[in-house]
């Protein structure tokens, strides 16, 4: 079975504050990683995506990924309370990379 | 508009019944994927299919069943046989290859 592990936290930021969120994955096999936002009783969105090794950034967001290490980031500045809600990392994976697998998720919490 | 319509938002189910869950996409997607989120958990994969006429089970698939015989439409039945079937259920859908993935806006099914 493919894990994707997380810390279910919460995280918790004051207003303004960089948040960090760390996901570990089980296969080195996979090609495409996926930050999802999730708000309390809605369906997850997409925040970030990224394929290859280094950084990619989007706004106050960025995704950092290191594939030897088996590790995937999302630095998000200058947080907003706006931006509390559960962060659900995503990994793609299956034999023609047709699964996407996903973590517990992290809940962040920023304080006013 | 382009997207996935998940209905009904909320279900209930009396012990020992069928539910139908139906998704509809129209964003000419291939793959379409069935999930369960419980209470503070991540998401779970029921079934996925990646073209017509195709499906394979996930993680968790026991107790569901689906079928594929549009491009454009998956739907899921929860069968008696699924015990403990009070989830949130998520459907989504892909364009393929390392495309990220699409989510309906959920349908919560409770048992009564």
């Known amino acids: 079975q493919k894990e994707v592990e997380q810390n279910s936290g919460p995280l918790s930021v004051p207003e303004g504050a960089i948040a960090s969120l760390n996901c570990t994955y089980s296969?080195?096999?996979?090609?495409?990683f996926f930050w999802y936002r999730q708000y309390s009783g809605k369906s997850p969105e997409l925040i970030m995506s990224?394929?290859?090794?280094g950084d990619q950034e989007d706004g106050r967001f960025t995704a950092q990924l290191n594939k030897a290490s088996q590790y995937v980031s999302l630095l998000i500045r200058d947080s907003q309370p706006s931006d509390s809600a559960t962060y659900l990392c995503a990994v793609l994976w299956g034999d023609n990379f047709n699964k996407f697998y996903f973590g517990s998720g992290t809940k962040l919490n920023v304080k006013p | 508009d382009g997207g996935i319509t998940q209905s009904p938002k909320y279900l209930f189910r009396k012990e020992g019944q069928n539910v139908t869950l139906s998704c509809e996409q129209n964003l000419n997607h291939d793959a379409m994927y069935w999930y369960r989120q419980d209470p503070g958990q991540g998401l779970r994969l029921i079934y996925y299919s990646q073209i017509v006429n195709d499906f394979q089970k996930g993680d968790i698939a026991e107790g569901y069943s689906v079928s594929r015989e549009k491009k454009e439409s998956f739907p899921l039945t929860v069968t008696s046989a699924q015990k403990n079937p009070t989830a949130f259920y998520l459907c989504?859908?892909?364009?393929?290859?390392?495309?990220?993935?699409?989510f309906g806006q959920g349908t919560r099914l409770t048992v009564v």
């Open positions: 296969d080195r096999g996979s090609q495409s």
């Open positions: 989504a859908s892909s364009p393929g290859g390392a495309g990220r993935a699409f």
């Open positions: 990224i394929y290859s090794n």
